[in-house]
Nanobody, 127 residues
C-alpha cells in the first residue's frame, strides 16, 4: 500500500524541540517534491516548509525561518521536520505530503496536486 506514515508529535514546552518523521511505504521519495503543512485549531491548513524535487532547495514560511529545518533521507525513504525554539503559535496538526508532478507555488503553500498525505501528527506547545 502506498502511503506516508508520520511519527514524532507530542507535547512540548515553549523553547523546546521536536522532530517529526514521515516514512514512505511502497515508494521512494527520491523523485518527489515534499512538504510539511500545519493546521492550527480553527484555521485552514497552510504550508510550513517544502523542498522541490527539481531544485532541492528548502523553502520556509516566514514564521518558522531559522527555527525549523526540512530534510529528506532518500535511502531511508523518510522526510523530517526538525522544529526548534518552539512557540505556542506552532501548535497544530502537522501533515507531511509528497507530490511527483507539481508546479507553481500552490503545492508548497496549500498542498495542491500532492499525491500522498500523512494522517497528521499533533504538536502542542504549552507550559
Amino acid at each position: 500500500q502506498l502511503q506516508l506514515v508520520e511519527s514524532g508529535g507530542g507535547l512540548v514546552q515553549p523553547g523546546g524541540s521536536l522532530r517529526l518523521s514521515c516514512a514512505a511505504s511502497g515508494f521512494t521519495l527520491k523523485d518527489y517534491s515534499i512538504a510539511w503543512f500545519r493546521q492550527a485549531p480553527g484555521e485552514e491548513r497552510v504550508g510550513v516548509s517544502c523542498i522541490s524535487a527539481s531544485t532541492d532547495i528548502p523553502t520556509y514560511v516566514d514564521s518558522v525561518k531559522g527555527r525549523f529545518t526540512i530534510s529528506r533521507d532518500n535511502a531511508a525513504k523518510t522526510m523530517y521536520l526538525q522544529m526548534n525554539f518552539l512557540k505556542p503559535d506552532d501548535t497544530g496538526v502537522y501533515y507531511c505530503a509528497a507530490g511527483r508532478m507539481v508546479y507553481g507555488s500552490r503545492w508548497c503553500t496549500r498542498g495542491d496536486g500532492m499525491d500522498y498525505w500523512g494522517k497528521g501528527s499533533l504538536v502542542t506547545v504549552s507550559s
